[in-house]
């Protein structure tokens, strides 16, 4: 026992130790069951998915793992849904298109899947616990969720995000410091007045709410988990170091990316998605670097992206596709999530001498 044990009585767990859910394709049923059976929180981010590609989805982790489990989902911010002025945006990229030999997006995107639908489906389906991000669900969702016994947490990037959680009723939440890798979640104040280090945040928000703090951003080895104890968080979560684990959906470009060079000056970055977002720099980032702050919103920009994203993770190019990376990235190895989290856990109790 390395805490108070407040995350593990929640959610049932061995371990305080949630693996991050990864939106946009990178999370496997076989990465969430191998956290969860190892004694952690294994996480599925949903948030792509339509209401039965997730009905399904929490069938087959029911099927994988008769541990507790998260599924995460985005919760949508005001102006997502507005129209823009596409040409100008098709314009810019339209150099990779060509490259890539894909064509270019026409003038009216596909729709993004309904959080209303996702949040009533995947309530339905009953996970034991929903994550969520970017947002706080409404409190008939909320209420809901606790009729059907089913944890919720949100993620704070801020310490006013994190207290809004509390008072939401959420059961508990995420202290996610920009040090993370994958999207910023700021949903109180502008992003760029919401980048908080983990070290500083982590203590914050634990003085300032009473439910369990889990530590997000820049955890990656035994150290790292130590750290976040000491500062106040009752368990962590931790992202990149499972997206670099054996059973996750990352390219193998992708996870030889994490080892490399560029990883150990990651960057936030707006183009990929129209939303901030961390990443290892590529040639994509650098030619394009003069317009982040010109490109459309989430999810437009997203969209526009996809063809690209999609053509170059095939064909194996990291200089096209978005590496999501955490600062820690370099404290990672390539091995089972298993090995994984059996080593946090016993270089965490070592670090804080309690072997
Ligand atoms: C590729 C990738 C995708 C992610 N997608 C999501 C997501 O859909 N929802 C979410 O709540 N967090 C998402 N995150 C954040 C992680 O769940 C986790 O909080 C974060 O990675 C922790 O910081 P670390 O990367 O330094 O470990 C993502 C992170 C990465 C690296």
């Not at 459309?296 to 690209?308: F, S």
Request: hydrophobic share 45%; aromatic share 6%.
């Amino acid at each position: 026992m390395i805490t108070r044990g407040r995350v593990e009585a929640l959610f049932g767990l061995e371990h305080p130790i949630v693996q991050g859910p990864f939106g946009g394709g990178l999370s496997t049923v076989r990465l969430a069951a191998a956290v969860s059976e190892a004694g952690g929180l294994g996480s599925f981010g949903a948030h792509i998915l339509e209401p039965e590609q997730i009905t399904k989805l929490v069938a087959e982790l029911k099927a994988a793992t008769d541990r507790p489990f998260a599924v995460n989902l985005w919760v949508p911010q005001a102006g997502e849904t507005e129209p823009a002025e596409l040409a100008a945006h098709i314009d810019r990229l339209r150099p990779y298109y060509e490259e890539l030999g894909v064509p270019a997006p026409g003038p009216v995107l596909p729709p993004s899947p309904s959080f209303a639908e996702q949040v009533e489906a995947l309530v339905e389906a009953a996970p034991p616990v929903i994550s969520f991000v970017m947002g706080i669900p409404s409190p008939e969702v909320l209420a809901e969720a606790g009729r059907r016994g089913i944890r919720t947490i949100g993620t704070a990037t801020t310490v006013d995000e994190a207290v809004a959680v509390e008072a939401a009723g959420m059961d508990a939440v995420v202290a996610s410091g920009s040090d993370a890798g994958g999207h910023r979640g700021a949903f109180l104040r502008l992003v760029d007045e919401s980048l908080v280090g983990t070290f500083s945040l982590v203590p914050q928000v634990a003085d300032a709410v009473t439910i369990p703090v889990i530590a997000a951003g820049g955890i990656a080895d035994g150290r790292g988990v130590a750290a976040a104890l000491v500062l106040g968080a009752d368990g962590v979560q931790i992202g990149t170091g499972f997206l670099a684990t054996d059973e996750s959906g990352a390219s193998a470009v992708h996870k030889r990316a994490l080892h490399g060079p560029d990883a150990r000056t990651t960057v936030l970055t707006r183009l990929f998605s129209g939303r901030l977002a961390r990443g290892i720099p590529n040639r994509f980032v650098r030619e394009l670097r003069p317009y982040e702050d010109a490109v459309p919103p989430y999810p437009i920009q997203n969209a526009l992206m996809l063809p690209i994203r999609r053509a170059a993770a095939e064909r194996g190019l990291p200089d096209l596709v978005n590496l999501w990376s955490g600062q820690a990235a370099p404290l990672t190895t390539p091995r089972s999530a298993r090995d994984y989290l059996e080593a946090l856990v016993a270089d965490a109790a070592r670090t804080l001498g309690h072997t």
